[in-house]
Every structure is written in C-alpha cells, then in structure tokens.
C-alpha cells in the first residue's frame, strides 16, 4: 500500500462538506437577492470572492444598494448564528 501524502485526509473533507451544508443552510434563510449577493461576495458561486463592484453590476444594482444588501445579509447571519449557538449552550 502507497500512502498519497497530497490526499487530503477523509475527515477534512467530511468537516469541509459539513461547514458547506451549515452555510447553504443558513443561507437558504435570507431573501433571494441577499443569498445571491452573499454567494458573489464570498465566492461561493465561482470560488472566488467578489467586491461590491461587481457584484452591483451583476445584480445591476447601485454599488450603495450592494453594499446594503451584502451589509444586512451578514448582521442578518451572524445574529442568526448567534442564536444558535445561545440554544445549543442552553440545550
């Protein structure tokens, strides 16, 4: 047996696809164009992140109205995420 030391090790894939379902599942909380603005700015939709720029010219959007909508979307998450992590301490 050859062990491939560039392999990646089985359990950083398995954490990296459960850290993806965790994310798309948060995601799926918010309105469309703020799920869509978050995938562009960090990169989930083409693996590489994106600036307000572009991604108000995607959504031809104002780059203002991006980065409210990029804004919002994330105070959004993270209070989500911080009530979470409230419920799961308390249960």
């Not at 909380?29 to 869509?36: F, G, M, Q, S």
């Not at 693996?47 to 104002?62: K, L, N, V």
């Amino acid at each position: 047996m050859v062990i491939d030391d560039a392999a990646d090790d089985p359990a950083d894939i398995a954490e990296r696809m459960d850290l993806k379902e965790q994310v798309e599942q948060h995601l799926r909380t918010l309105d469309a164009p703020a799920r869509h603005a978050m995938r562009l700015r960090y990169g989930l939709e083409t693996g590489a992140p994106g600036t307000i720029q572009s991604i108000a010219e995607h959504m031809r959007i104002d780059p203002l109205d991006a980065r409210r909508v990029t804004f919002h979307a994330l105070r959004e998450l993270q209070a989500r995420a911080e009530a979470d992590q409230r419920e799961a301490v308390l249960a």
